[in-house]
């Protein structure tokens, strides 16, 4: 039992120990500040939905020995027009989320296929490759959210070429996830707020995850973690280095893809352009933070890091915003947090020397 | 007084590793112009001692060492490999320490460039000079004349002849004002034969210039042509020190290997019966780089333990990584009068034949991956057991692994918390017990071993080497065991083959005479029989 | 008969050599030639005047070229391409800003720009060169996730320290609320044009006196070297020298003698020095004992370290080396502009240098300063030429702004991408031989 207990501790490194410790003083704050607590828990779990696939999608990648996946923009372009080609189709409730699905995600595999090839050319340099080829993904489709044909006047601009920056889905698909199912604790109007939990969001997360778990246990899955833990060890057992790879880099394009409709239904509209730049470290800084490293990822810090990393945000916001005036204080602790925890994962591989 | 005719001397070195000692009492003297061979087998001793001459840090990291050094007939103390290039001692390393994209000089004044000062320098320090390429080019062509290279000292290393490479690494030793003692450290490894030739000519020269040498090497006809005096070690151990021209490569040999046998308990096969081949291999070639193999011929034959033997380099490792596809290989493997494919672990393993790796914690296992996991899972990989089928999709099952993995723990004793324990925190014994563990859940009718005893301590060593024999006697299986230690070998192999070069030396019983093997490690086997031929 | 049949022979030889080397040349800069073409292109479309682009051009050269300057030293070093010069520019902007406070302005605004951020980028340079010696092996995505990380830092000091903790008085400055910098803050009391503005000549008249300095540079070379044999290599460099040169002052002289628009552009001397002394800076350090440390590390670090060499101080220097040299750079880009984005102006800076030095034909072990202007030149004509080019094609001018993000992003992930394969290919190769 006391050697359990210590293992949990040296699981919960500093900075993690360091998130929680940070986490627990802002909500304890947020209390005495006289802040709706439960509204904040509230948002945490409709956070922990939306943004909990894009950080799962990091697991298949990391485990299949790819590493951070900071190329997961390619995958959040296919699930964007997955959503895009919903609204063109004129569909609209949970048929609609289920079409953007239906066209994301065969599109993801097709670009993942594409994404693991390159990577399995760059082993070694992954990281920085898929850095770069994300950010060109996202500016390529720039130009393509101006050329491509959609014509459905909810997404066009009025006057000029191209698709709006930012598309509502009222109508369409907008929270088909967080409003199944859900349910409400507590009185709204009170000074802690009410607790509603997103009943359908939280099951198509937990969905995922069971999945993904199924798929850790399968024969494929057990090849794919195997070429990650030690690509000579699999290749003398007989396993196909570059499949598992490829195996783990479609996945992660996949689940990126689901991601962001996820993310997108919850969130109430569509961003296009430059949004999906930086989403890949958010993810990659969730995961971090939930204890995985460069080469060990699993389910739980996924749910831990995405629970703990976007906790945080939603609760320092308010926070932030009544104890100092001025400045956009959340949005910066974000930069910090997320690239500090990216920079200390770096710098804990090793190559000291 | 009469010490300073010597330029070396070490006095009782020992040295030991936690409680483990690996030099005893080593006594070693060198003169002026006098080249001092180094003799041993791999871990003899001789890098070790090298080590504590060169103060590196994994001596002084583990507590030092008993003894004296001295230089000169001086009492010095060496900290760090810098202070011994300052004192004068200097080293030709077996691999080479040179810049591919730098020309010739720049290799040979590495770190000890000639620099003249500008008006920057006399501002911001010596740092800032620029290079006097002039002078360091003048330098190095003396050098390179000393050895009689007419290489341009301005051509860049990259691309010019192994051999070469070599001479540049000696040109940048012999450069430094104050050399006074030069170590080569297995320099004709890699070198043609007339390249090390070349070599040994520039080594008299070196000499000629009254620099001492110490000339470490296992090739004894080499030697016996350059080498003033002989050291041998063994196992930690000066065994003889003779001056060359009152020994031989056959004295040296025995020396070199000699040492009793322990036997482990086995009844003897029986010689008479007729034993089917179950796998050949014709002009096996492999590339694996540093165990290269070059054309190998070898039947093994059903229910043998066939162990290969032979020093670091020569091309051992590289025969059953060979086999089983891991690295480039060419040629024919025969398994079972059937063909196999060549270059694929995959086609190995699927007919039956397991693989443990030398290199255990690199290649064998997974190390933050449970016990169970690691002993099942290339057997889900071929065999496709221990998983359930779904139609659609599979799940690993559970129940039948723990039950082989409790099953496999108990017969190989292996000592664990439980079967989900995590590989790392193992100790070395039982982690090739994991390995063996791992190869025969694939039930194979060959299993090839590599280094099955290396770093792991005495009492592990014994009960896998226990576990082999009692595999081979009771299933049948055929082993073939690859390892550098030759007692181990001849403590419960049937055959043994001596590879040198990358080919086979020759073949002897376990119980054949020192002599024998202590020449065909060397690789002076053939020479010495072909000449016997010749004369008789 | 027999003898004119060697002879074919041997031409065919000659003619296969040729082609192979022509080949290898095509394959080595495929990507300058590609970019070479597309700027050519995408100027046609445009519809620029030659004279526009030229000044244009020539505005962002002495802009932009000393930040690019700035990569070279990491990448000799081995530590690939330094996204973390942001910190430089940063250092670079905090002392531009603090001058700007003190409202001093011109060249001693200037000066005391450059000698208030080399304490900073020393400090930001030390901290960068520790972080990247703990991600060896890694440290281009470690430099670009710390450039991330300082920009946070930067913005927690500038929008929510400065005024609040840290108190400041300055109502041109600071927000309204009196706490954080404005987005934009205007040079024109401080630092605007401080180096720019000192000495400008036109472009027929700078050109003439760039011929004839190469020409007096040849000469002295060769006039230093006359006991030595000179390499053939160098002598026809020096002749190709000579020669472009020679062209170059010949249209000068025939320009000024038309009412050309070429006449109205201005060149800014004093900078286009400042750069050139980079530039001769850059190439006297890799002379020195320092220099070749520099290169041995960059080469084989376990060889240095093995000779003796401080592999991680070295490194550690040649971060300290680029950071300031960025920190400067920066100081040139602000005087030019004439006024400072504050929270934007260095968020770029990497991406941009690193997109032209690879468009150069760098990689991300090899860099000359050569590739860094030519680099330059490439990638900022992309920059004049594409929005109008794009819409002038497609009837969008968005269009060629996003395309020219495209070519920053995509060059940097092609670059890397073959970089990276062909050490794999390369490692490949070596395990069979």
């Not at chain 1, 459905?152 to 070429?161: A, D, F, Q, T």
């Not at chain 3, 470690?142 to 008085?169: D, E, K, R, T």
Request: proline letters at 2%.
């Amino acid at each position: 039992m006391i050697t359990r207990i210590k293992d949990l501790f040296t699981d919960f490194d500093l900075p993690r120990l360091l998130i929680v410790a940070f986490l627990s003083t802002l909500l304890v704050l947020a209390f005495f500040l006289g802040l709706p607590v439960l509204g904040l828990l509230t948002d945490m779990l409709n956070r922990l939905g939306m943004f909990g696939v894009l950080v799962l999608a990091m697991v298949p990648a990391i485990v299949a020995g790819v590493g951070l996946n900071f190329g997961l923009p390619l995958g959040i372009l296919c699930g964007l027009i997955g959503g895009l080609v919903s609204i063109e189709l004129d569909l609209s409730g949970g048929w609609a989320f289920a079409a953007a699905i239906a066209v994301a995600v065969p599109l993801a595999t097709l670009v993942g296929l594409g994404y693991g090839w390159l990577l399995n050319r760059v082993k070694g340099s992954e990281m920085m490759v898929a850095t770069y080829v994300g950010f060109a993904g996202v500016s390529l489709m720039c130009i393509g959210w101006i050329m491509l044909p959609f014509r459905s006047l909810e997404m066009v601009w009025p006057i000029g070429k191209g698709l709006r920056v930012t598309i509502a889905l009222s109508g369409r698909y907008e929270r088909v996830l967080n409003d199944f199912w859900d349910f409400t604790i507590g009185d709204p109007g009170s000074s802690t707020g009410a607790l509603t939990i997103p009943t359908g969001l939280l099951l198509f997360f937990g969905a995922m995850c069971l999945l993904m778990w199924l798929f850790l246990r399968s024969r494929m899955g057990i090849q794919m973690k195997t070429v990650g833990d030690n690509p000579k060890f699999a290749v003398t057992s007989g396993m196909n280095v570059n499949r598992g790879r490829m195996i783990g880099t479609i996945l992660s394009t996949v689940l990126a893809a689901v991601g962001i409709l996820a993310f997108n239904q919850g969130f109430g509209f569509i961003q296009l352009y430059t949004a999906p730049m930086f989403m890949g470290f958010t993810a990659v800084a969730a995961i971090l933070i939930g204890g995985a490293t460069v080469k060990k990822a699993s389910i739980s810090n996924a749910i831990i890091g995405t629970f703990l990393f976007q906790g945080l945000l939603v609760v320092s916001l308010p926070v932030a915003n009544q104890i100092m005036q001025g400045g956009n204080l959340a949005e910066i602790s974000r930069i910090i947090i997320s690239n500090g925890i990216i920079l200390y994962a770096l710098s804990q591989v090793g190559g000291g020397e | 007084m009469e010490n300073l005719e010597y330029v070396l001397q070490m006095k009782n070195i020992s040295k030991d590793y936690y409680g483990n000692c690996v030099l005893k009492d080593i006594n070693l003297s060198v003169k002026a112009g006098e080249i001092h061979a180094i003799l041993g087998e791999n871990g003899a001793g001789k890098s070790t001692l090298m080590n504590i001459l060169f103060g590196m840090t994994v001596i002084h990291s583990t507590g030092g060492f008993d003894g004296e050094i001295m230089l000169e007939g001086k009492n010095i103390n060496i900290k760090s490999p810098q202070e011994a290039l300052e004192l004068g001692i200097g080293m030709v390393h077996q691999e080479f320490m040179l810049i591919p994209g730098y020309s010739v000089t720049e290799n040979v004044k590495l770190n000890r460039e000639i620099t003249k000062r500008n008006f920057v320098s006399r501002i911001f320090g010596e740092k800032l000079e620029t290079l006097d390429l002039k002078e360091m080019a003048k330098d190095t062509r003396k050098a390179l004349d000393t050895l009689d290279m007419d290489i341009d000292e301005w051509t860049r290393v990259e691309g010019i002849p192994v051999g070469y490479m070599q001479f540049i690494e000696i040109a940048r030793e012999i450069d430094k004002k104050n050399i006074k003692l030069l170590v080569f450290d297995e320099p004709t490894a890699v070198l043609t034969e007339s390249e090390a030739a070349n070599l040994l000519t520039a080594m008299q020269k070196i000499k000629e210039s009254g620099i001492a040498i110490l000339f470490i090497t296992h090739r004894l006809d080499e030697v016996m042509e350059v080498a003033d005096n002989i050291t041998m070690l063994r196992d930690g151990e000066l065994v003889a020190q003779k001056k060359s021209d009152e020994t031989n490569v056959i004295e040296l040999a025995e020396l070199m290997v000699g040492r009793k046998v322990e036997k482990i308990v086995r009844e003897k096969r029986d010689e008479k019966a007729n034993r089917k081949t179950i796998l050949e291999v014709k002009d096996l070639r492999v590339m694996m780089s540093g165990e290269e193999v070059k054309g190998i011929d070898l039947k093994i034959e059903e229910g043998e333990i066939l162990g290969i033997g032979g020093l670091a380099g020569q091309g051992k490792i590289g025969i059953a990584n060979g086999i089983m596809g891991i690295y480039p290989v060419s040629g024919d493997i025969i398994l079972k009068g059937e063909k196999l494919k060549l270059n694929s672990p995959k086609d190995s393993l699927e007919r039956k034949i397991a693989f443990v790796s030398e290199d255990r914690r690199g290649v064998g296992l997974l190390l933050d991956t449970s016990i169970e996991i690691n002993i099942v899972v290339t057997a889900m990989q071929i065999k496709k057991t221990f998983i359930r089928n779904f139609v659609l999709f599979t799940q690993i099952n559970q129940k039948r692994i723990k039950e082989h993995t409790l099953k496999m723990i108990k017969m190989l004793d292996i000592r664990c918390r439980n079967e989900k324990q995590l590989i790392k925190k193992l100790s070395g014994g039982n982690q090739q017990k994991i390995c063996i563990a791992r190869a025969l859940t694939l039930a194979p009718d060959v299993l090839l071993v590599s280094e099955p005893t290396r770093g792991i301590d005495v009492g592990a060593k014994k009960i896998v080497l226990e576990t082999l024999v009692r595999l081979n006697r009771d299933l049948g299986m055929t082993i073939v065991m690859t390892s550098s230690e030759l007692a181990e070998l001849r403590s419960v192999c049937d055959r043994i083959v001596i590879i040198s070069g990358g080919k086979i030396e020759g073949e002897l019983k376990p119980d054949s005479n020192d002599t024998d093997f202590g020449l065909m490690m060397a690789g002076e086997y053939k020479k010495i029989h072909s000449r016997g031929d010749e004369q008789s | 008969m027999q003898n004119q049949k060697n002879d074919k022979k041997e031409l065919d030889i000659d003619l296969l050599e040729i082609s192979e080397v022509v080949k290898k040349f095509l394959v080595a800069n495929m990507v300058t030639m590609v970019f070479a073409i597309l700027g050519i292109v995408g100027f046609m479309f445009s519809g620029l005047s030659l004279p526009f682009f030229v000044s244009e051009l020539l505005i962002r050269m002495t802009r932009n070229s000393f930040l690019v300057l700035a990569l070279i030293i990491p990448v000799l070093a081995g530590m690939g391409l330094n996204f973390a010069i942001v910190l430089g520019a940063m250092a670079g902007q905090v002392a531009v800003i603090a001058v700007t406070h003190w409202e001093i302005p011109g060249v001693w605004g200037l000066l005391l720009c450059m000698a208030l951020s080399v304490p900073l980028a020393l400090v930001f340079g030390y901290l960068t060169g520790k972080l990247l010696n703990k991600t060896k092996g890694k440290e281009m995505i470690a430099s670009l996730i710390l450039a991330f990380f300082a920009n946070g830092i930067y913005q927690l000091f500038f929008l929510v320290l400065l005024g609040g903790v840290i108190p400041m008085q300055n109502e041109v400055m600071i927000l309204s609320g009196g706490v954080g910098l404005r987005v934009s803050i205007n040079l024109a009391t401080s630092i605007k044009d401080a180096a720019d503005h000192i000495w400008r000549l036109s472009l027929p008249w700078s050109a003439l006196s760039f011929s004839a300095l190469t020409v007096m540079y040849v000469g002295i070379r060769r006039y230093l070297n006359r006991a030595k044999k000179m390499e053939e290599r160098t002598i026809r460099k020096h002749l190709v020298y000579v020669a472009l040169v020679s062209i170059l002052a010949l249209w000068s002289l025939y320009i000024m003698n038309t009412d050309s628009m070429f006449n109205n552009i201005r060149i800014p001397i004093v900078t286009v020095i400042a750069i050139i002394v980079v530039c001769i800076f850059t190439t006297f350090i890799l002379k020195t004992k320092l220099g070749q440390d520099l290169k041995t590390v960059g080469q084989d670090r376990h060889i240095a370290t093995a000779s003796g060499i401080d592999a991680n101080r070295i490194r550690i220097i040649a971060i300290i080396i680029s950071t300031i040299l960025a920190a400067w750079g920066q100081i040139f880009f602000l005087q030019k502009m004439g006024i400072l984005l504050t929270y934007g102006a260095h968020a770029q800076v990497g991406l941009f240098a690193v997109a032209a030095l690879l468009i150069g034909g760098a990689s991300v072990s090899k860099a000359t300063i050569g590739q860094a202007i030519l680099g330059v030149v490439l990638f900022h004509t992309i920059f004049i030429v594409s929005p109008l080019a794009g819409k002038n094609i497609f009837g969008d001018a968005q269009l060629g702004e996003f395309f020219r993000a495209f070519v920053a992003y995509g060059v940097v992930g092609l670059s890397l991408a073959m970089h990276a394969w062909g050490k794999q290919i390369q490692a490949g190769n070596s395990l069979k031989s």
